[in-house]
């Protein structure tokens, strides 16, 4: 039983005091339940957890015979795992992915922003997708979630699952880093990313170099929390771009701010951009579609 949810079925909306406390409530509950894994469709409990995770069997192999043998069969997996998520994925209308600290406590004021940065996103029509893990991920899905927006988790099978988190509505769940990652870019048109750890920076980085090299076209990078990134910015300046590692305009590919409503118009300006260019092209198919059927009239 979800206890977030009121008599009506509804969620309630905790006051910040009484929403730590709920929190602790529902990790003890976990605790309780007993460790669970998710792999794929594959759920195990206590003694079936298998002592590793796919990803381990996949990049911690030592053994050359593994490789020969056993690394071939995974690719089916790992094509199933792509498959799953381009058929779940597609169906979903505007995005934006949400990174953050997986390790920021429920009423913070990193968790407010996670928050309110969903419930912003929902109300402009996105629906917004995290890791489905705790921290800044529950926030924004929570702030999606209860916006009345589409709230979307991609797990990830990990050795200290903690689970998806509550205000998943859709969520799929990955064996591979890898896999999940494509579908963080594939399916939003923007990310928000709020204070973090390796986990968040190797999302930044990421959505970064396809930036950086054209692999993704006009994409917003809006990082959250000016004195959180402020360190890291300052250094991509001084020390990269003047090392010459990256050129002065790349930093031009990231926002910094701590305004929800900053970060938003950002979203919203490249989505209108896709949007415009999309009926350009529509139009310029349908015109040399008009073009060619009317040059085949005349003969
Ligand atoms: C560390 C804890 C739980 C981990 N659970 C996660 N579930 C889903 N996604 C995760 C998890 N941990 C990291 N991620 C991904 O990395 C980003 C956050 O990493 P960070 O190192 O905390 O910045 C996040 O955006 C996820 O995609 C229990 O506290």
Redesign the pocket.
Known sequence: MNDALGGAGEPAREAPATEAAAHARRERAAVRRGRERHSGAVLTRRDAIPPSTADQRLLDSRSREDWKTKDSWRALRILSEFVEGFDTMADLPAAVSV?????SKPGSDEWRLGERIGEALARAGFAVI??????V?AAANKGAAEAGGLSVGL??E?P???GMNEWVDLGIDFRYFFARKTMFVKYAQAFIVLP????????LFEALTLVQTRKVTRFPVVLMGTAYWGGLVDWLRTTMATAGKIAEADLELLTVTDDVDEALQHVVAADSAITAQEQAERAAAARLVRDQQEAADRL
Do not use: K, N, V
Not at 130 to 135: D, E, I, K, L, S
Not at 196 to 203: I, P, Q, S
């Open positions: 990174f953050g600290s997986a390790r995290t890791g489905g893990g705790p921290g991920m797990g990830i990990l200290f699952e903690q973090g750890g390796f986990g968040t920076m190797d999302e």
